[in-house]
């Protein structure tokens, strides 16, 4: 009975929340229905035959979800999937209060569950899933998360305890996702990547450079982006693992990151049996999630939101502006909760070697100032910087020329409140 009127009641929320455009009820119906009843996921998750996937990550688990979700949906399943992002646990538990019925009854083939990487051990003591989706382990929010190894070791520990019935879908080429495959029951597989542009030399500010078994200094022979490549230890031998996929037929995003999002969703397609041609059918159609490689139209000029909301991730943002030749270019940086208090990653972002020194950049943000000190000691001669943000983005439209595109590059509020802005709607 107490589950019943919790669900009758989120829905209630729900409902309410887009009613008055008030956000899309991703989250507070189920912070209540938790608060209620702190086992109410694990209570609804008990009576379901759905399939569970878990996806986790710093940088692409909202695109890696999203890119599962079309290519199941395009091989004929059903699935629910917490799509707005919200990937706490009252998330988790707010998409299952949109899904299911007033009966208790969840009518998917699968359960799609993005997970936030503090959320997923606690997640795993929940929920045994039969797919769990690793994509990468960068520094992210230190002073909410912590470094990587304390990250690494909570997951570790809730990986272990997964069942035989779990299948772990693992990155060969970060060493703390490919170390996971030791020491758990459960069945794994690994995705890679291909680059014929890559070099043997770890960039500044790469994380993971350390032997996640020994603690001795890796070796590269070939390294794709921040620490990601093949790898080795000399120290007690450990390697990358032979991937099972490591190229797809379709790549509808730019940049290596995406690749890797890709080849991700691919590999646990191949597990699943999803034919070849539903694969690249769907792959072909695929939308951009809000915020990544987003294009909108405003005011008759294409913009172009790119969320970058750590050095790894602007890092690679800046490598795609550098093929278009971007002119046109706001940056946003906040320091609220959800992007973390410490802004100074941004001194490890490749600012120098991206862009052309003549390109104007305006700034806004909660953090405008240290951006705009960022780039000064960058080289940059043309940085505008806005108090408000609606003004910057007022102006960076208005000096947008026709057929350029306006690149946004904002961390995780700034790409809520720019969105916000630009479509007078409301993600969470």
């Not at 694990?42 to 940088?59: E, F, H, M, P, Y």
Request: one cysteine or more; aromatic letters at 8%; glycine letters at 6%.
């Amino acid at each position: 009975m107490k589950n019943f009127l919790l669900i009758f009641l989120g829905k209630l929320i729900l409902k309410l929340s887009r009613l008055f455009n008030l956000g899309s009820g991703s989250t507070w119906p189920g912070h209540i229905a938790i608060s209620i009843n702190p086992n109410f996921t694990t209570d609804v998750l008990r009576k379901s035959k759905s399939k569970i996937i878990i996806i986790a990550g710093t940088n692409g688990k909202t695109t890696t979800s999203l890119l599962i979700q079309t290519i199941l949906e395009g091989a004929g399943y059903k699935t629910l999937h917490n799509k707005s992002g919200a990937n706490l646990e009252n998330g988790i538990a707010s998409t299952l209060l949109e899904g299911i019925s007033l009966g208790g009854r969840l009518p998917f083939d699968f359960l799609l569950f993005e997970s936030d990487e503090n959320t997923l051990p606690n997640l795993l003591e929940q929920i045994n899933p039969d797919y769990l989706v690793l994509l990468n382990l960068f520094r992210d929010q230190l002073d909410r998360y912590g470094e990587l190894d304390s990250i690494a070791k909570k997951w570790k520990k809730g990986i272990y305890g997964l069942l035989e019935k779990s299948t772990l879908i693992l990155n060969a080429d970060d060493p703390q996702i490919s170390f996971f495959s030791e020491d758990t029951r459960a069945k794994t597989y690994f995705f890679g990547i291909k680059s014929p542009l890559s070099g043997s030399s770890i960039a500044h500010g790469a994380d993971s450079i350390f032997c996640p078994k020994c603690s001795s200094k890796l070796t590269f022979s070939q390294v794709f982006y921040s620490h990601l490549g093949i790898w080795s230890c000399t120290g007690c031998g450990l390697k990358r693992k032979t991937p099972q996929l490591s190229a797809s037929s379709h790549y509808p995003l730019e940049g290596l990151h995406n690749k890797y999002n890709v080849n991700a969703a691919s590999l646990l397609a191949k597990v699943l049996r999803i034919p070849q041609s539903s694969l690249n059918k769907s792959l072909t159609r695929f939308e951009p999630a809000f915020g990544r490689q987003e294009k909108l139209i405003v005011d008759n000029k294409s913009v172009q939101i790119y969320l970058s909301k750590n050095p790894t991730s602007l890092n690679e943002t800046l490598s795609i502006l550098n093929t278009h030749k971007a002119t046109d270019v706001l940056i946003i940086l906040n320091d609220r909760v959800p992007d973390g208090l410490d802004v100074s990653w941004i001194w490890d972002v490749n600012f120098e070697n991206h862009l052309s020194k003549n390109t104007v950049i305006s700034v806004s943000g909660d953090r405008l100032w240290d951006m705009s000190l960022r780039l000064k000691y960058a080289g940059f001669k043309k940085i505008i910087s806005f108090p408000n943000l609606d003004d910057a983005i007022k102006n960076s439209l208005e000096n947008t020329r026709p057929g350029n595109t306006l690149f946004i590059l904002p961390n995780y509020s700034a790409m809520l409140e720019t969105r916000k802005i630009l479509t007078g709607k409301k993600i969470l």
